[in-house]
């Protein structure tokens, strides 16, 4: 028997593959097929996915890779409902959390994924990264910076504490990031990490 649970025990070490990450420790409300066994209390754990003892790339269990290996639980159309049929979600882990350094403007991978898609000039949405750092939307939605560091911004005021924001926000490295506001690992892709009626998002950083 562990000591506690493996999100706590490998987290403790592997702190990044619990932020914008593949669900872990939950109970599965479908049939997971036996080669990615539960844990003794039925939940879908690291150890579904990996064995931390072997020796294969990424330790994944079994022998399938890349989509292959995410469809061994999902169905095809469960991918193929996102507008980018789940490509953006497929290393399992996202990395957040790690400060880029010596990256233009800072920004932290998981932004960096987002504009792997989202500046190119062909992107139908008009998304963009300026040279100072702004994030551009299109017109409905609001222009922000990207890639500060919330501790910086919060000395001059007008910011709520970090330990006082709400946990589904993210700051990868402290900075703001495309998963500050949206959702990075989710089967509806780009949806808001909370409802912004009245800007209750913009509310819970800025403390006006
Ligand atoms: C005491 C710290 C520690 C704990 C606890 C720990 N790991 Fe690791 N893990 C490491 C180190 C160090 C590496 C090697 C990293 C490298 O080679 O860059 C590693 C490598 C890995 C890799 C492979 C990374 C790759 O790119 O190939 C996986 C997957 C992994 N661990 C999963 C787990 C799981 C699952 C658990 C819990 C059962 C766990 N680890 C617990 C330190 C730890
Ligand atoms: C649903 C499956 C799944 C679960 C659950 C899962 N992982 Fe992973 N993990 C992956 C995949 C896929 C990769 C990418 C493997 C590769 O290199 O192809 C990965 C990669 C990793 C890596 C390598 C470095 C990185 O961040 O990409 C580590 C470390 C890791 N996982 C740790 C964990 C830990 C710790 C847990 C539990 C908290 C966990 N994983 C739960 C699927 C999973
Ligand atoms: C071992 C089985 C298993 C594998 C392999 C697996 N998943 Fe999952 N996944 C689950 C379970 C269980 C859930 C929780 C929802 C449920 O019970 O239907 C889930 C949930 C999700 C969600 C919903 C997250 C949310 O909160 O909205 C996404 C997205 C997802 N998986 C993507 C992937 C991707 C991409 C891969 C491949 C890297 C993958 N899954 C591999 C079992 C698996
Ligand atoms: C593999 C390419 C790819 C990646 C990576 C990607 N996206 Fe997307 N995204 C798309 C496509 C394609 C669309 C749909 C465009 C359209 O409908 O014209 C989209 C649409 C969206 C939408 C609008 C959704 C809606 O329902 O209106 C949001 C928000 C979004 N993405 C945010 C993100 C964020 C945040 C990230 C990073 C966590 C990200 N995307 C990463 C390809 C990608
Ligand atoms: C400060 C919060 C915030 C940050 C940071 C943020 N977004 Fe958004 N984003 C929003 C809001 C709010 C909307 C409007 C959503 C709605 O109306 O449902 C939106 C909408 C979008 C849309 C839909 C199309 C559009 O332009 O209106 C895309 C695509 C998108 N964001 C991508 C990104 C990407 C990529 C990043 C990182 C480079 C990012 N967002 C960072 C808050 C943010
Ligand atoms: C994750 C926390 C966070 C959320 C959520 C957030 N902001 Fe911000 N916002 C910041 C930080 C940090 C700065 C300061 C950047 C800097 O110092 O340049 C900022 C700066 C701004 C600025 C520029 C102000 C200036 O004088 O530089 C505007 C405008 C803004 N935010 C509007 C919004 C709106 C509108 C929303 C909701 C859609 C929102 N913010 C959501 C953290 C957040």
Known sequence: MLTASQESLCGGCHA???KVSHPSG???RKKIPPEYPLDWKGDLT???CHTPHGNSPGLLRGVKHGREFCLACHERKFFDKMPDQGASLMAGHMNSGIPETGQAMNLDPDSIRCLGCHSQSGDPMGVNV???G??????????????????DAMRFGGFRSPAMLSKA???PGGRVSCVSCHEGYSKQHGKLVMQNFRSALCFECHDL
């Not at 702004?134 to 501790?151: C, T």
């Open 26 to 28: 939950i109970t599965p």
């Open 46 to 48: 690291c150890t579904s």
């Open 16 to 18: 990044n593959a619990l």
């Open 130 to 132: 300026d040279r100072r």
């Open 169 to 171: 926000i993210t700051l």
């Open 134 to 151: 702004v994030l551009r939307h299109s017109d409905k939605s609001v222009n922000h910076p990207i890639g500060v560091l919330y501790a």
